[in-house]
């Protein structure tokens, strides 16, 4: 299946000085379309994912997941830097069900950042734990495969 998806410029959380917030965000800047999320930190030019999602509304998702306590006080505990949340809308093709792409979409952001060595929390807001692979290489492996590479650690 061939998906598209159009991201956009990352969208600041700004600390609220409410009691019923623990983030603001601009609401007019997200799309109120199909996509996925990445709630990121930026500290200089590391940027580091956090948490992916999926969503129908994505404006709707986001603005929920920020008013979720545990989700909102999990992103402000995370070492220090800037919040942002970036995401991505879905252009879907004829034929294609908007869930099953989000799905796919969904699944493989999360494969990239986690081989790419990085930790998310997932849903229950825990690390999700991961297998550090360590390989020793000949010429062809070397053309297909990293030396070291993570995966999610399995049961």
Do not use: H
């Amino acid at each position: 299946m061939e998906i598209k998806a159009i991201w956009k410029p990352p969208v600041k959380l700004i600390k609220s000085n409410s009691d019923s917030a623990i983030f603001n965000i601009n609401l007019n800047k997200l799309l109120p379309e199909p996509g996925c999320y990445v709630f990121i930190k930026k500290y200089g030019d590391k940027i580091t994912p956090l948490y992916i999602g999926q969503a129908l509304n994505l404006r709707s998702r986001i603005k929920s997941q920020l008013e979720n306590v545990k989700i909102a006080r999990r992103i402000e505990k995370s070492e220090k830097g800037i919040k942002l949340v970036m995401y991505c809308k879905v252009e879907l093709k004829k034929g294609q069900q908007i869930k099953k792409v989000l799905n796919i979409l969904e699944k493989n952001l999360i494969r990239n950042v986690i081989s790419n060595g990085f930790e998310l929390f997932n849903k229950q807001l825990t690390i999700i734990k991961l297998d550090e692979l360590e390989f020793k290489q000949n010429s062809y492996s070397r053309r297909l495969f990293p030396n070291r590479m993570a995966s999610i650690k399995s049961k």
